[in-house]
């Protein structure tokens, strides 16, 4: 170990990003939209490159076009919101570190419930911040009880919550929002909604109007746009104006900027492919569901998380970790790239032909 580095930074495993993959693969494992942006949209992009951004020159650091057009947005769902209440970030990413710099750094714990997006145990680790798990229970809901206690035994300054989680796809239940709305003013409460477009449930109004919420979002997966890192938190502006004292400066391209902007000024022809993808989730349950040696859970996102069944498991003489790595590796030989994740196969959603050969390839393993 280098001896100037710190022991938490030393002792962690760098996280494992999508690896390089040759054409054949079918790209189900980061729960992206399968499909492009379109061609004339991409050209719209590059005309803008050519003739309006002035690569020697550093981008809008206020984000000001962007915050404004994303504040239309969000508006859309019921809720008024402003640029005020805008923060945009590399990536929501960048904004749940900025989160726990600006909230948990030195002063507190985060609670989360796993299985869920890994992000935040990582982060937090970087700087040093402990971590509550308290876990999910057979249904992946959160134990109420088990959280309370945990809240009133650790000094818990953030709840992360995604809505809906990832990986196991389901939203956040009333009880469950009951519980956020009562947690005290000193604890943050984030609502993680990379998959809002796909579940068109929000707790936007529950982020303007309290001042512990904020709701994060990205365009990297209903909008197109994962190659662009742009993600964005919706909260009132006295948090807002944290999160800009701690990100840094430039941190969104230029470029980036205006692909944001584009996928918003295109939104309506964008989003015609959420409803393919809602068509598709359910062929896809519907037919997970027939398999006997699988069970699937409810998805209110473009994902389905499964596991193996009793049945499944003996066919396959192996356990639930064996099992599922079993699937995993013989898909991924096949050319289907799934995720393996909190004890189960987190499947994303592509095209019909993916949709179509995963289905192919999960019964060559299963029978
Ligand atoms: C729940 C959740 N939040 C945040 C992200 C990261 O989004 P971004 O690409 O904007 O950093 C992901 C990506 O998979 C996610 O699943």
Known sequence: ???????????????????????????????????????????TLAQHYQQTIAANRYPDGGHGALKQ????????????ATADNISV?????????????????????????????????????????????????????????????????NAIRVVFMVHPNSPTANALSQDE??????????????????????????????????SNWVVLRTFSKAFRLAAHRVGYAVAQPGLTAALEKVRL????????????LAALNHRSALLTEVDIMMQERQTMATWLEQQSAL???PSTANFI???????????LGLDQAEG???VFSHLRQQGTLIRSTGGGLRISLGTPQENQRTRTNIQTILG
């Open 249 to 260: 400066p430039y941190n969104l391209p230029s470029f980036s900027q205006a692909a944001a």
């Open 1 to 43: 170990m280098l001896p100037f580095l710190r022991t938490e930074v030393a002792r962690l495993k760098a996280y494992q990003p999508h690896p390089p993959i040759a054409e054949p693969y079918d790209q189900l494992d980061t729960n992206e939209s399968p499909v492009d942006l379109p061609e004339d949209v991409k050209a």
């Open 177 to 210: 929002i009951e519980w956020l709305r009562q947690l005290p003013s000193d604890v943050l409460v984030v609502i993680d909604e990379a998959y809002f477009e796909f579940s068109q449930q929000t707790l936007v109004a529950d982020s303007l109007s309290r």
């Open 89 to 153: 970030g590399n990536g929501s990413d960048e904004l749940i570190r900025s989160l726990l710099i600006a909230t948990a750094l030195n002063n507190g714990a985060i609670l989360v419930a796993s299985p869920t997006f890994s992000m935040y145990g990582i982060l937090a680790q970087t700087l040093g911040i402990p971590v509550i798990d308290i876990g999910r229970t057979d249904d992946f809901c959160i134990n109420l009880d088990v959280a309370q206690t945990a809240l009133q035994e």
């Open 324 to 326: 599922l790595h079993h």
């Open 69 to 80: 057009a994303i504040a239309a947005y969000v508006s859309e769902a019921g809720a008024r």
């Open 295 to 297: 069970v699937p859970w």
């Open 305 to 315: 998380y499964c596991r193996l069944s009793t049945k499944g498991l003996a066919q």
